[in-house]
C-alpha cells in the first residue's frame, strides 16, 4: 500500500532534519566535472570515482584540457573504475561536442545533456539538479529500492519510479529528495540487510521483512 500523503511529508521532514543540507558524495569543483564524475560513476562508487578525479581534475579541469589528454591518456587517471575503456570514450566523445556545440559550457536541458556520449536520463537528472539547482529526481539502485520497499513510490521500472515520485513528492522537498533517499539506501535501507532498527522512517515504512534489533 502506498503511503499517505501525510505519511510521505513526515518521513522527508525526518529525513530533512537528520541532514538539513545534503551534498553528492562525488567530489566536483564545476558543472564539467560533476558532469564527468557522474559519468565515470556508473556501475562504480563514489569513493572509487573519487579517487581517481582527485589526480584527474586538477590536470583536465575543462572539455578541452581533457580532450588534450586523449583516450589513452584519460585511461591512465581511471583505469581503476569499471568499465573504464568505454568511459574514456565517452567522456572524450561528450567534450568533442561540448566544444563543437555547446562553446565548451555544460547544457542546462535535459535534451541537450541526453544528446552528450554516455550520458542518459539518470545523469542528465544529477546534472540538472546538483549543478543547476532543478527539482529533477535521479533514480538509481538505492532509491528504487527505498521507494519500493517503503511504499513512497512504487514501481516496476525507474521511470516508473521517478515519474511517481515526482508526483509524491511535495515541492519544499523535491530539489534535496534524491539525495535524501539516495543515502538512505546506501547506509540504512541496504539491499542485503537493511537496519531497520536504526531506521528514522521504521514506523512509517510499509516493507514487511523488517530486520528486528539484535539481541
Request: charged share 25%; glycine share 6%; aromatic share 6%.
Amino acid at each position: 500500500m502506498p503511503l499517505k500523503r501525510e505519511e510521505v511529508v513526515e518521513l522527508f521532514t525526518r529525513l530533512r532534519e537528520l541532514n538539513p543540507h545534503p551534498q553528492p558524495e562525488l567530489k566536483y569543483g564545476s558543472p564539467f566535472e560533476l558532469l564527468v564524475a557522474v559519468v565515470l560513476s556508473a556501475q562504480a562508487t563514489d569513493t572509487g570515482v573519487n579517487k581517481a578525479t582527485r589526480k584527474l581534475f586538477p590536470v583536465a579541469h575543462t572539455p578541452q584540457a581533457m580532450l588534450a589528454l586523449g583516450e589513452d591518456g584519460l585511461k591512465r587517471y581511471i583505469n581503476t573504475i569499471g568499465l573504464y575503456n568505454a568511459k574514456a570514450k565517452n567522456v572524450i566523445g561528450l567534450c568533442e561536442r561540448l566544444i563543437a556545440q555547446c562553446s565548451g559550457e555544460v547544457p542546462r536541458t535535459r535534451e541537450a545533456l541526453e544528446a552528450l556520449p554516455g550520458v542518459g536520463r539518470k545523469t542528465a537528472n544529477v546534472v540538472l539538479n546538483v549543478a543547476f539547482g532543478e527539482p529533477t529526481i535521479a533514480v538509481d539502485t538505492h532509491i528504487f529500492r527505498v521507494a519500493n520497499r517503503t511504499g513512497l513510490a512504487p514501481g516496476k521500472t525507474v521511470r516508473a519510479v521517478e515519474d511517481k515520485l515526482l508526483k509524491v513528492v511535495p515541492d519544499e522537498f523535491r530539489k534535496d529528495a534524491h539525495h535524501w533517499l539516495i543515502l538512505h539506501g546506501r547506509y540504512v535501507c541496504k539491499a542485503r540487510k537493511p537496519d531497520c532498527p536504526h531506521c528514522p522512517i521504521r514506523d512509517i515504512c510499509r516493507y514487511k521483512h523488517k530486520t528486528p534489533a539484535e539481541t
